[in-house]
């Protein structure tokens, strides 16, 4: 392969994005909190069960953060929620 293709692959491979922050700082769990203590029928569920996959879908739309289900589990226990 010619030199110069092999350095625009390699330039097309490197980040170019830092990424986002994966956790949430004390403000914006605070604020989580405060979204599940409103209960899922506030945000168009049919019954009042937080599931991990719902609680998830929560923190995405106004936290910009998608979390494994695993992790939201661990956030549920660190913020109180059984």
Partial sequence: MPPVLARGRA???RSKETGNNAYLSS???RELDDLLKTGPMA???EDQR???ARVGALIEEPF???YEISV????LDRLGWS
């Fill in 11 to 13: 330039e097309a491979l």
């Fill in 27 to 29: 403000e914006p769990e």
């Fill in 43 to 45: 945000f168009g569920w």
């Fill in 50 to 52: 937080w599931t991990l």
């Fill in 64 to 66: 910009t953060v998608r």
């Fill in 72 to 75: 939201v589990w661990r956030l």
